[in-house]
């Protein structure tokens, strides 16, 4: 308990000793003289003697490759530090250890298909697929693009363009030809591996027209299809079958390219609502270390665990969940609505799959509160002991909805981090508690802070939020960004040698962190700021409410706050409810939360990777251009926001 504040979870003592991050902290007790349970000093440590750290870390995670002589050279910026500046290693290598009769995948699909790899096979098509890239000329630093569902393929061709050196960059097949063409096209892929089409909700999509607008926008010499034919449509591009463009190769042992730390990896894409995405550049050796050091330590994933996320292919968390190969975690996937054919879906699979880990979205379990699932009457759910949320902020309602509807003793842990550095500054730990509402930590190497805008350090109250210090996944670059000049802008300009991460964020007296949302779209009504997410947590604990958007108006030369509400089918916002939604939010956040306007709206636009999009509805009410409307899955949805006379008040 800190300063009274109840949790409403803790771990056992003997769960707290079996964990890897107990054990990490007794393995490096002479580093730090620590008892290995007290985690800040431990991560004091981590933070002040970055060298021992990282040099400890790579041993105890069992890093394949050649560590080097030094694990960390400080720089005279976070830019210019150096992490294991000698050493040479392969992600694929890291990942494919151990190839044995043991499970690797295990993929679902909304149709109810079921597909399933072994470690041994898996390891022999990554070699097979190796081989075809390399024989189309394929070498390191070349890009390989990708179009594709979350599924075995999809990992296949990851791991092989990595085991040569290449840069793999993917999309999720429902970004369309626009939003596709403005990501893959920047970079210039040699191949373009894609989907023909794919399936959500009982609907078959057409990729096809995705696949034929990028290769118009760049050369490429070769397409290899994820699917049984190639569609007419595209007859006249060099595009061949997986099957056929394998078919010349026999698994051999993969020669793993060992390169230096820097060597890039992936290429991740911002959400791309302010104007072109930005191409974010990521090491293989930093993404490498970075989630197995939040698998092991922070997770306590353990060899042959079943780890379950919700994701897709255009978002950083499918590059994180298939790190968990390098533990021996078996990884459960899954392509489509996770509502179909019903809302249980995929609960089911907890049950189903023997599910230990369980990652989603923050709106997803809201959604199951919203639909009244109570999983813990209605499954098993015996082999669940840790639930992840990320992708927005968890509001305090869903943690006591999972402790009372999903499993009273399980762990939640909502962790915050990005595709800026395909990773997490913020997130759980085995040997704390959890408190309601609260991230429960900073993770290991990561000293952050919240500061004010004159860049004080502020505490129990919401301030900017940044790290101090040179982290392992910190991007190698934006690709194209020649000098430098757009990294710069984007981390280190608002708090000179810092980085900023563009997140209003509270330190809270537990330890914890609460994230009040986004700083660029931080509400600023009489001058006073304001994290959107604070109104959220009010609004969406009101039944007749599905979601909300909150963005800030500029009037009179100053600016007001408006609310658009979705209400749930066969609700309206009719005064009683209106005047519920003031009530709430200013009895739970302050009277400067609460809103001058409350419109009701039938969409809320969201980025392709779920998130709701403040900005494009914020500009759309001003009447200013939206950018880049191909980053939004719903873009006709701005038509909603355009010309409200009730705005003009």
């Not at 390191?140 to 061709?157: C, L, N, S």
């Not at 919203?370 to 869903?398: C, F, Q, V, W």
């Not at 757009?486 to 991460?501: D, K, M, N, T």
């Not at 409410?545 to 009037?555: N, R, S, W």
Request: net charge negative; proline share 6%.
């Amino acid at each position: 308990m800190a300063d009274n504040i109840p949790y409403i979870w803790a771990p056992k003592p003997d769960q707290k000793r079996q964990s890897a991050l107990w054990q990490f902290a007794e393995k490096t007790h002479t580093h730090h003289g620590a008892a290995p349970d007290d985690y800040a000093a431990l991560l004091d440590w981590s933070i002040k003697a970055p060298d021992a750290f990282y040099d400890a870390l790579w041993d105890d995670l069992a890093i394949i490759g050649d560590k080097g002589d030094a694990a960390f050279i400080p720089g005279a910026t976070l830019r210019d530090a150096q992490f294991y500046p000698g050493a040479r290693l392969n992600y694929a290598e890291n990942l494919l250890r151990n190839p044995d009769d043991s499970l690797a995948i295990i993929a679902h699909r909304d149709d109810g298909t079921k597909r399933s790899i072994t470690r041994r096979d898996l390891y022999d098509a990554v070699s097979r697929a190796e081989q075809a890239l390399r024989a189309e000329g394929v070498v390191a630093g070349d890009r390989v693009g990708a179009i594709v569902t979350h599924d075995i393929e999809a990992i296949i061709f990851y791991l092989a363009t990595s085991a040569i050196g290449a840069i793999w960059s993917s999309c999720s097949p429902d970004f369309g030809p626009a939003g596709a063409s403005d990501r893959l096209c920047q970079i210039a892929p040699k191949v373009l591996v894609a989907v023909p089409g794919y399936g959500y909700a009982g609907k078959k999509i057409d990729v096809a027209p995705t696949i034929a607008a990028v290769a118009a926008g760049t050369p490429l010499t070769r397409i290899v299809i994820l699917g049984d034919t190639v569609p007419e449509s595209l007859s006249t591009l060099p595009a061949r079958t997986m099957a056929d463009f394998l078919a010349p190769f026999t698994p051999e042992t993969i020669a793993f390219n060992r390169l230096p730390f820097a060597a890039p990896l992936v290429i991740l894409f911002s959400s791309g609502t302010t104007g072109k995405p930005k191409c974010i550049t990521h090491s293989a050796a930093g993404l490498l270390i970075q989630h197995m050091k939040e698998h092991k330590l922070h997770c306590d994933i353990t060899p042959g665990e079943r780890f379950f996320y919700f994701t897709t292919c255009g978002w950083m968390m499918w590059n994180w969940q298939v790190s968990g190969l390098a533990l021996g975690a078996v990884l459960v996937t899954y392509d489509g609505n996770p509502f179909y054919p019903a809302p249980e879906r995929l609960i089911d699979l907890i049950d189903s799959e023997e599910i230990a880990i369980f990652g989603t979205s923050a709106k997803y379990i809201d959604a199951c509160l919203k639909a009244g699932l109570k999983p813990g009457k209605t499954h098993k759910l015996d082999t669940l002991r840790l639930i992840l949320s990320t992708g927005s902020p968890l509001i305090p309602p869903s943690f006591d909805y999972i402790y009372t509807d999903w499993k009273a003793d399980v762990h939640l842990a909502s962790i915050s981090g990005g595709t800026d550095i395909c990773a997490c500054f913020l997130g759980g730990n085995p040997l704390l508690p959890v408190y309601r509402g609260e991230l429960q930590c900073a993770l290991l190497g990561m000293d952050v802070d919240t500061l004010d805008d004159a860049g004080n350090p502020v505490s129990g109250e919401a301030g900017e939020f940044v790290c101090r210090n040179a982290h392992l996944s910190m991007p190698v670059s934006f690709w194209g960004d020649e000098d430098g000049a757009r990294y710069h802008s984007a981390y280190f300009e608002r708090f000179p040698g810092l980085w900023a991460h563009g997140d209003f964020v509270e330190k809270r007296p537990s330890g914890g962190f609460i994230i009040h949302g986004r700083s660029d779209t931080t509400l600023n009504p009489g001058g006073v700021r304001i994290g959107t997410a604070e109104i959220y947590r009010q609004v969406e604990t009101i039944a007749e409410v599905e979601e909300a958007i909150a963005v800030g108006q500029d009037k009179d030369g100053d600016q007001r706050v408006i609310l658009f509400v979705k209400l749930r089918p066969g609700k309206t916002l009719t005064e009683e409810v209106t005047k519920e939604i003031r009530t709430r939010i200013r009895t739970g956040a302050t009277p400067r939360h609460v809103p001058a306007k409350i419109i009701a709206i039938s969409a809320i636009p969201r980025t392709r990777s779920g998130k709701i999009s403040e900005i494009a509805v914020r500009d759309t009410i001003h009447g200013r251009v939206v950018k880049n409307t191909d980053a939004l899955a719903n873009p006709e949805s701005l038509a909603l926001y355009r010309d409200i006379a009730e705005l003009n008040d």
